[in-house]
């Protein structure tokens, strides 16, 4: 057995034990070529980030809302087509990239902790309009009632020039 898988399991479990999470359940395959909504708790008064704005959320670089609430971060378990093009587009980074770069994260304690993990889209519509603060990302046809959509660069999702298409 090489090495290289057992890196990548125990980096994997480093994450799960940061996070507080599971292993995630296989989801079933959508098309890849939905939109991406990125979802805030309603009372959230930001309506529109610039992509660049999102990236240094979704890095935890910028942890608190303009009103000086903190930023509760949620992302989709690994395997959702929505996880893969948030991890292409925003984070620009592989799924290995991305669970080290948090675990790092955590290690220089430049962050408290690391991203909630969401294992179903109705998870992910729920906690978002329950937990203060929360923003989470989502295909825009699983956003259900309930969370504000935001728009990026000016657009939602669907619209041309979205940048998350």
Known sequence: MSRHPIRTISAWL???ALAGA????????????????????PGTR???????ELRAIMLGNRQFWP?????????????TPERT?????IYQ??????RQYWIAKIFRDETATAPKIVYSASMTNELVVA???AI?????DEVQPGPKVMTIDGKKPGEKGYPLQ
């Open 67 to 79: 009103d000086n609430q903190p930023i509760v971060l949620l992302v989709r378990a690994p395997v």
């Open 22 to 41: 599971v292993p995630p359940r296989p989801q079933a395959r959508r098309p890849a070529h939905t939109a991406v909504a990125i979802l805030v708790n």
């Open 85 to 89: 093009a948030v991890l292409h587009i």
């Open 136 to 140: 989470a990302f989502l295909a825009a």
């Open 93 to 98: 980074m592989s799924e290995a990239e991305f």
């Open 14 to 16: 480093a994450l799960l």
């Open 131 to 133: 937990i203060p603060n």
């Open 46 to 52: 930001t309506s529109n980030l610039s992509l660049a």
